[in-house]
């Protein structure tokens, strides 16, 4: 990995390290995502079956107390009670329609759908009762009332009134059936019916000897009773058949699916819990892990290039203080590696150049530095010393020689030189000058004396030994 990392350029380096933290933060990022969505996918689901349960529990109070109101109707047969079963009743059916359209299990749907179905037969049967119980109280007040208080107080009291003894016992018989006809409505006991009739049976004898219009109104008030005995009867086979029944079916079916919702909601609460604490663990776990690629990239990417680029650093301050012996000998294929390649080199080229002046500096001028380029401009110059140093060395040498042939007119070309190696050579001409002069005064003394001439002298001044 160390290795691959170091063949990598320095623009690849730090566009994978960009890779690296941006894939890790998209994984990071789908994770968390991942995990939101599925809390809220839960925490949907769960609100939706808590309302659900909410929906089922209203089902329950207002089926309860449309049922109580059917009740008190059949009981009392006062319709102030139907308006208060029609709005409960309105209510269970939105409500159960708005769970059908709620619920997605479809065993609650069919459970539904029945309770639905049930609750149309309940509401038909309701209205068929309804209609009978008008019908019953329309007997009751029209016929059983009227023509009952009629026979009475109308057609048998004035009779007995009169000391008729058979209008007496019919008033009395009169009186049974009414209390057992009104002990009927209240009861619907067949026994009362019974006694009715038995009571019908034992006025009869005495209506043989009254007027024929008591015993028509006592034949149509028993008319009446028997039809109302038909309607309650088929109003009761109704309510027992059809209500009571669906009543607490529907119940029992509402009360189920509420306790199943009930029992998914207490189930989905804690896997949602778990599901959330399993989530945030796993985007933690994931975070930390990506933290510490992150950190472990930039690490390794930061010490490829900061590293090499302090030892760099250092190298050019020893460079800078005249130490030659410093190398970075980096292993890295990057810019920075083929940076310090080329300082390497270059040590080594001041090295050799260095070694080369020492050796100038012995004396020996045989050396040479080799050119590393075209445009290098320090081995000319330092070549150019050398050859000005051989060419001054040849020229002192050329002008030692002729001084020692006895040429004393031969002097340095001083004009092949420059600066001090100029000066040195006029040096060497003014020194000669210096000797010439006094011995070439002497010599033409010595001439002038060998020709007996002794008075002559040398007319010069010259300095020193001279």
């Known amino acids: 990995m160390g290795q691959y990392i170091k063949s990598l350029s320095i623009k690849k380096k730090i566009l994978g390290g960009f890779f690296v933290v941006l894939t890790l933060l998209a994984v990071v990022g789908y994770v968390s995502y991942s995990t939101i969505s599925s809390s809220t996918d839960g925490f949907i689901e769960y ?59 479809p065993d609650h749907k069919n459970m539904v759908s029945n309770v639905a179905k049930e609750l149309i037969e309940y509401e038909e049967g309701f209205g068929k009762v309804v ?40 008033v009395k018989h009169m009186l049974l059936v009414r209390l057992y006809v009104m002990k009927f409505l209240e009861d619907n006991q067949m026994s009362h019916v019974q006694r009715v009739e038995s009571e019908f049976g034992l006025l009869n004898k005495f209506l043989e000897r009254l007027p024929s219009s008591v015993k028509e109104n006592t034949e149509k008030y028993r008319e009446g009773f028997g039809r109302v005995v038909d309607i309650i009867l088929d109003r009761n086979t109704i309510i027992e058949g059809t209500l009571d029944r669906i009543g607490p079916e529907v119940a029992v079916q509402i009360e189920d699916l509420k306790l199943e919702i009930k029992d998914r909601q207490d189930t989905l609460g804690p896997e949602l819990q778990a599901a959330n604490v399993r989530g945030t663990s796993i985007v933690i776990i994931i975070s930390i892990v990506a933290i510490a690629i992150g950190v472990m990239f930039s690490l390794v990417i930061s010490n490829s290039v900061t590293k090499p680029v302090l030892q760099a650093n250092n190298m050019m301050q020893e460079l800078g203080k005249g130490k030659l012996g410093t190398r970075l000998n980096l292993d890295s294929k990057d810019e920075i590696g083929q940076m310090g390649i080329a300082m390497d080199s270059f040590a080594n080229s001041l090295q050799e150049i260095v070694t080369t002046m020492d050796n100038v500096a012995d004396g020996n001028l045989e050396v040479n530095v080799r050119k590393l380029d075209d445009n290098d401009e320090i081995t000319p110059s330092v070549n150019k010393i050398i050859q000005s140093l051989k060419d001054l060395k040849d ?56 020709t007996g001439d002794l008075t002559a002298q040398m007319n010069g001044s010259y300095n020193g030994d001279f």
């Open 47 to 105: 609100r939706q079956t808590a309302r659900n349960t909410n929906l089922s529990g209203r089902v329950q109070a207002n089926l309860l107390d449309a049922r109580i109101a059917a009740k008190n109707f059949f009981k009392n047969g006062d319709e102030k009670y139907l308006p208060d079963f029609e709005q409960r009743f309105g209510m269970v059916k939105e409500f159960v329609n708005q769970a059908e359209e709620s619920l997605n299990n």
């Open 395 to 450: 020229e002192t040498a050329y002008m030692t020689d002729e001084a020692l042939k006895g040429n004393l007119k031969y002097r340095g070309d001083a004009h092949k030189f420059n600066g001090g190696y100029k000066e040195i050579v006029d040096g060497f001409n003014n020194t000669l000058e210096a000797f010439v002069e006094p011995i070439q005064e002497s010599a033409d003394v010595l001439n002038t004396m060998s």
């Open 131 to 170: 209609k009978i119980m008008q019908e019953r109280n329309n007997l009751v007040n029209n016929i059983l009332a009227k023509v009952g208080l009629h026979i009475v107080n109308e057609q048998l009291s004035p009779l007995m009134n009169q000391g008729n003894t058979n209008a007496a016992n019919a």
